[in-house]
C-alpha cells in the first residue's frame, strides 16, 4: 500500500503560483512513478504532469505545458507541482497518483494508488 497527501491548495489570483506537495509513505517511494491529475467543477478528471522514478523523464499536458512544473525529491518522499500564471480555468481539485510501472503515464487508470486531493481556485 501506498498512501499519499496532497498539500498546498488555496484561493489565487490569476497570474499567481501555487506550489503543491504529495508526501508519499508506505512503500519505497522512488520505484514509483508519480503524477497529477486534476478535476475542474462539471468536468472529467484529466491529466496534468507526471514523472519518471528518477526524475528523468517528465510528462505535461499541453494546456500546462510551461507553466507548471513537476519535480520530486526521493529522499524526502515528496513530489511537487509547482504552478506558475495560473488561470482560473486551472480551478480544480487536483490529485497525486503512484504506480510502479504505468504503461501510459498520461492515462489516471494506470495509475494505482490515489490521494484525496487538494483544491486549488483561481480567481479571475
Known amino acids: 500500500q501506498v498512501q499519499l497527501v496532497e498539500s498546498g491548495g488555496g484561493l489565487v489570483q490569476a497570474g499567481g503560483s501555487l506550489r503543491l506537495s504529495c508526501a508519499a509513505s508506505?512503500?519505497?517511494?522512488?520505484?514509483?512513478?508519480m503524477g497529477w491529475f486534476r478535476q475542474g467543477p462539471g468536468k472529467e478528471r484529466e491529466f496534468v504532469a507526471a514523472?519518471?522514478?528518477?526524475?528523468?523523464?517528465?510528462y505535461y499536458a499541453d494546456s500546462v505545458k510551461g507553466r507548471f512544473t513537476i519535480s520530486r525529491d526521493n529522499a524526502k518522499n515528496t513530489v511537487y507541482l509547482q504552478m506558475n500564471s495560473l488561470k482560473p480555468e486551472d480551478t480544480a481539485v487536483y490529485y497525486c497518483?503512484?504506480?510502479?510501472?504505468?504503461?501510459?503515464?498520461?492515462?489516471?487508470?494506470?495509475?494505482?494508488?490515489w490521494g484525496q486531493g487538494t483544491q486549488v481556485t483561481v480567481s479571475s
Open positions: 497518483a503512484s504506480d510502479l510501472r504505468p504503461a501510459r503515464p498520461r492515462v489516471g487508470t494506470e495509475y494505482e494508488y
Open positions: 514523472i519518471s522514478w528518477s526524475g528523468g523523464s517528465t
Open positions: 508506505g512503500r519505497t517511494f522512488n520505484n514509483y512513478y
